[in-house]
């Protein structure tokens, strides 16, 4: 595990968050041993994005690869996948991972280290999709500005733009940050103790920034260490609106990968749009030439 994750500053609060790429977009994903181990039961999301890179016979473009929990199927599948994500730890652990796997599925995998909000692939593609809460890490509206406008370049004619995000929940965002709530004792994957762990919430109202504090004890008493993840708290009609106003068009939000409908009790939303026609004719790939001069009339 990272010195820096251990090294997490106990004093920091919600108010020391909420820029991309800070500590609580990164911290917990320098660990991806502990990261794999935390989500191995966490399958429906894997088998909805695999069904989706299928029917859109590829390439696809996933942002927030991270060690591949999805991506490494969807190359199984047999569709070809291009990967983006910020995080060194997590693509090292993609890498790894696809070493093992036979020549064709590794060929079928493209990774750059890369911000969401900046990234140029240089193609278009009929799938872009952002998969658990990839969305979150995006804090301000020129955040969300500056990656949609990565997406719409990104998308071929017709192509569709999937994400997914937590829907969020009045008791989550109202709980005492002082209170710790905690879960049974783990074995930690890359340091092998036997540790308690805890998880601790702030939230900021205004900026709509929740943030959660992983707190890690080793039962045997060495050092605690606690990592800090923050998600911005989108409400759905706000992401109806950023979508609408950023050129996107066809909105649909279904539930927790069911493909059905909402209701008042659904944990994530899943949404699936496509680029205004209008928004596609201002989103070239590549900036076109300047169109020569008219020719002068006699
Ligand atoms: C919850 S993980 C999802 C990883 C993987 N897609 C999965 O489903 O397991 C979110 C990922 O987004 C990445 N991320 C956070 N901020 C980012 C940014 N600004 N640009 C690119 N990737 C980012 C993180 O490094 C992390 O790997």
């Known amino acids: 595990m990272s ?36 989500y191995k039961d966490r399958r429906h999301d894997v088998d909805y994005y695999v069904r989706l890179a299928r029917q859109s016979k ?7 690869v991270g060690n591949g929990r999805i991506a490494l199927h969807v ?22 991972r696809l070493a093992l796997e036979p020549k064709q599925v590794r060929a079928r995998v493209a990774l750059a280290e890369g911000d969401m909000r900046e990234y140029r692939l240089g193609k278009r593609v009929p799938l ?36 997914d ?44 920034l929740l943030l959660i504090w992983m707190e890690f004890e080793p039962e045997a008493g060495g050092k605690p260490w606690k990592v800090p993840l923050t ?28 493909d059905l409908p909402a209701d008042q009790w659904v944990d994530s939303m899943v949404v699936s749009c496509g680029v205004a026609p209008a928004a596609r004719r201002r989103s070239p790939i590549v900036r076109r030439r300047a169109a020569p001069p008219a020719k002068k009339r006699a």
């Open 75 to 96: 190359a199984r599948a047999g569709v070809e996948v291009f990967g983006v994500d910020l995080s060194r730890p997590m693509l090292d652990d993609f890498q790894a």
């Open 3 to 38: 010195g820096k994750a251990r090294g997490a500053d106990p004093a920091r609060t919600i108010r020391d968050f909420g820029a991309a790429g800070d500590d609580g977009a990164k911290g917990h994903y320098e660990d991806p041993a502990y990261y794999t181990k935390t």
């Open 231 to 258: 998600h911005r708290q989108f409400f759905p009609r706000e992401v109806e609106a950023l979508l609408h106003y950023n050129g996107f068009a066809d909105i649909f939000f279904t539930a927790d990968f069911t």
């Open 128 to 163: 872009v999709y952002a998969p658990f809460n990839c969305f979150l890490h995006l804090y301000t509206r020129p955040d969300v500005e500056a990656f949609l406008a990565r997406v719409r370049a990104h998308l071929a004619p017709g192509g569709r733009f999937v994400f």
């Open 58 to 64: 590829g390439p696809v473009l996933e942002y927030g």
């Open 165 to 208: 995000f937590s829907v969020p929940h009045g008791e989550d965002l109202s709980r005492d940050p002082e209170r710790t709530y905690g879960s049974p004792k783990i074995r930690h994957p890359s340091t092998g103790e036997l540790v308690k762990y805890a998880e601790r919430f702030e939230y900021d109202r205004l900026r709509q």
